[in-house]
């Protein structure tokens, strides 16, 4: 394997591994897997060639769009979710402002 195959199986193992830690409601997985997601992509774009130039490549990048695809799906699934089970309370209280003559403080 090349180091550009090499830095794209890393950001598929750490989408698979963001994909498990969304898919478990935990939100300390979620964020346990941020740090290696980010990792894997500063690797792959650190001064290697594009991996779509063949038909391979381009198949493990849309292999990658797929799992971010997931990945937006399901944080919005839990923000849909969080957002049903805890609606927020809005507490806002009237704005008091004094205007003097001439439109001053």
């Known amino acids: 394997m090349t180091h550009t195959a090499d ?6 193992q750490a989408l698979d591994t963001l ?3 969304l898919e478990s409601g935990r939100p300390q997985a979620v964020l346990d897997a941020e740090a290696p997601l980010a990792a894997a992509v500063g690797a792959l774009g650190a001064g290697l060639p594009p991996p779509g130039r ?3 490549g381009r198949r493990r ?6 799992q971010v695809a997931r990945c937006r799906a399901l944080g919005a699934a839990a923000a849909d979710l969080s957002a049903a089970m805890f609606p927020q309370m809005v507490y806002a209280r009237p704005a008091r402002v004094a205007v003097r003559q001439g439109g001053r403080r």
Do not use: T
Not at 7 to 12: G, I, K, N, P, T
Not at 61 to 66: K, M, N, T
């Open 54 to 56: 063949d038909a391979a």
């Open 7 to 12: 830095a794209v199986d890393r950001v598929q």
């Open 61 to 66: 990048l849309e292999a990658i769009r797929l």
């Open 19 to 21: 994909i498990r830690a």
